[in-house]
């Protein structure tokens, strides 16, 4: 299995919603990782899961919140999104090396989310 | 702080034409990829550079990265129109304390027949 698995595809929500956002991949990678793109550009780094340990980007707000219940399996928890959070949210997972050791981490990115906050 | 830059950042180009797509980054990494995404779609791998002199090679494409330049090239050769697509350069910064994969602002081809 070397997909990485997004649900949902598509979510429309209000301001005050609560929703969630998932993703899992079975490639027994290490790290997980959540993209945001907004159209026409490049994906920006939100939250790292690598190693069991997460790591923020500190421009991102707290109304985005990670969740890695097992090291398949990276959530990411929406509350009180503004209409401007809206965009292609983007999963992906890897093998990093570290940096020590020599060799790629390439990224396996799943289909995405496409949310739009009303 | 790291920072990616790619030229041009739109291209449009006459199939069986060629052309190099530029990407800068800020910082010492050895570990350079390329990224293509279709419009509407998520992002596939096209290289994974990891050395100074590193070339690679797919159909018409090639990448090459100079390490002590800071540079990468992406170059397409007798272009065609499956080409047509948004090729992004990422780096990893040296740096950080984690594997934090850092994306160009991308470069919008379009080979028109």
């Known amino acids: 299995d070397t997909e990485v698995t997004q649900t949902p595809k598509h979510l429309v929500m209000g301001m005050t919603n609560k929703k969630s956002l998932k993703c899992e991949q079975h490639?027994?990678?290490?790290?997980m990782y959540w993209y945001k793109q907004k159209a026409k550009k490049p994906p920006e780094l939100m939250f790292v899961?690598?190693?069991?340990?997460?790591?923020i980007n500190e421009s991102v707000p707290s109304r985005f919140s990670p969740e890695c219940p097992n090291s398949s399996l990276l959530n990411l928890h929406l509350h009180a999104l503004q209409p401007e959070d809206s965009a292609l949210y983007l999963c992906?997972?890897?093998?990093?090396?570290?940096?020590?050791?020599?060799?790629?981490?390439?990224?396996?990115f799943g289909a995405g989310s496409r949310l739009t906050v009303l | 702080e790291l920072k990616v830059e790619q030229n041009p950042l739109f291209l449009s180009m006459q199939e069986g034409k060629n052309y190099t797509i530029y990407c800068n980054y800020s910082?010492?990494?050895?570990?350079l990829y390329w990224y293509r995404q279709d419009p509407g779609k998520s992002l596939e791998s096209l290289f994974v550079?990891?050395?100074?002199?590193a070339v690679k090679q797919e159909g018409r494409l090639m990448a090459s990265l100079d390490t002590k330049a800071r540079l990468s090239t992406l170059h397409i050769t007798a272009a065609v129109h499956d080409l047509s697509a948004t090729y992004f350069c990422?780096?990893?910064?040296?740096?950080?304390?984690?594997?934090?994969?850092?994306f160009g602002p991308g470069t919008s081809l379009s080979v028109i027949p």
């Open positions: 910082t010492t990494s050895d570990r």
């Open positions: 550079l990891l050395s100074n002199g």
């Open positions: 992906a997972s890897s093998s990093p090396p570290g940096r020590l050791l020599s060799g790629a981490n390439v990224l396996t």
């Open positions: 990422a780096v990893e910064g040296a740096e950080t304390s984690y594997d934090k994969v850092i």
């Open positions: 490639m027994g990678h290490r790290a």
């Open positions: 899961y690598s190693y069991e340990k997460l790591s």
